[in-house]
């Protein structure tokens, strides 16, 4: 069993910047394929950022050269470096993971693996 957690959320005004980590602790956790996801209420849960094994990224358009996905296998830790936040950007973010995916996706479905979720707001 893999246990994703999530930090580093916060409230923050409009143009600001936050970065939200994940971390796991088996080893295993860094050849996954994984992303971020979010949830804003009443809203579906949706992609912003994925990175492959072998360190692909994407991004959802509205996203887009706005946020940053890394990671750091030294410290088995993903990473979402979000700058100039809109209010848009509200929501719950989720970092998901898992090992049979050859190639990230922004379908739910495809994650078995869910941190318990950090909020984002924007004001």
């Known amino acids: 069993h893999v246990q994703l957690v999530e930090s580093g959320g916060g409230s923050v005004q409009a143009g600001e910047s936050l970065t939200l980590s994940c971390s796991a602790p088996v080893y295993a956790y860094i050849r996954y394929c994984r992303g971020w996801f979010r949830q804003a209420p009443g809203k579906e849960r949706e992609g912003v950022a994925t990175?492959?094994?072998?360190?692909?990224?994407t991004y959802a358009d509205s996203v887009e050269g706005r946020f940053t996905i890394s990671h750091d296998n030294a410290k088995n830790t993903l990473f979402l470096q979000m700058d100039t936040l809109k209010p848009e950007d509200t929501a719950m973010y989720y970092c998901?993971?898992?090992?049979?995916?050859?190639?990230?996706?922004?379908?739910?479905?495809?994650?078995?693996?869910w941190g318990q979720g950090t909020q984002v707001t924007v004001s």
């Open positions: 998901a993971a898992d090992p049979r995916l050859v190639t990230a996706t922004f379908w739910v479905a495809d994650y078995g693996y």
């Open positions: 990175i492959d094994e072998d360190g692909t990224t």
